[in-house]
């Protein structure tokens, strides 16, 4: 194995932060590297795995990375398994591990992931429009006329937006107040939307 190559005490850890590694698994090129920050604190050794059309993923060991040994690092890459593409014809490789599994069920390459998710994506995106403009005709049956998009900048987290829905053209302070409610850090992010009959 290239580990020998290091020639290294099992019993001293020394392995870098910038450890890469270039192996071949069933005659593809696959490079490894430490998981990002596995050496920070109490952290387990991790390696990660990527390589051309490859999603890439990472394998961790139960052990932490302060007591590990090159000897952990070296059954860690034994682990790397690659499977192929689950598409007829395709010849590019999947990585097989349980976690990349979990995101990966369909076992695609990292091209045939993507194609998946995008395609995901639309339908999930066209389903919400539609629900959309249902919503907006019940609104409008009975008797709304605006609609205001508020976009709720929190403190910590991730933006996130409400809809709202007014019988007479709501005024700017009435808007940001309902975003000083939400604690939202910037209370003019919004967009009043005039329904349509
Ligand atoms: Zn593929």
Redesign the pocket.
């Known amino acids: 194995m290239i580990l020998d190559t290091f020639a290294l005490p099992n019993d001293v850890n020394v392995i870098s932060a910038n450890f890469q590694l270039s192996i071949k698994i069933r005659g593809v090129k696959v490079i490894v590297e430490l998981e990002p920050s596995c050496w920070v604190g109490r952290r387990k050794l991790g390696i990660y795995v990527r390589g051309k ?1 490859l999603y890439g993923g990472s394998i961790v060991s139960k052990k932490s990375f302060k007591t590990s040994t090159f000897l952990e690092l070296d059954m860690l890459i034994k682990k790397i398994k690659l499977g192929k ?3 007829p014809g ?5 990585l097989k591990t349980n976690q990349i599994i979990k995101t990966n069920s369909k076992r ?6 993507e194609l998946a998710l995008n395609r995901h994506y639309r339908k999930v995106t066209r389903k919400q429009h539609l629900h959309d403009s249902a919503l907006d005709d019940k609104k409008v049956k009975l008797g709304y006329k605006y609609k205001v998009i508020v976009w709720i900048h929190p403190k910590n987290g991730d933006d996130y937006f409400f809809k709202l829905y007014y019988k007479t053209k709501p005024s700017s302070l009435q808007i940001k107040k309902y975003a000083i409610a939400k604690k939202s850090l910037i209370t003019n992010d919004y967009k009043i939307i005039t329904l349509m009959n």
């Open positions: 059309n593409c689950a598409v395709c010849k590019g490789n999947y695609l390459c990292a091209k045939h992931f």
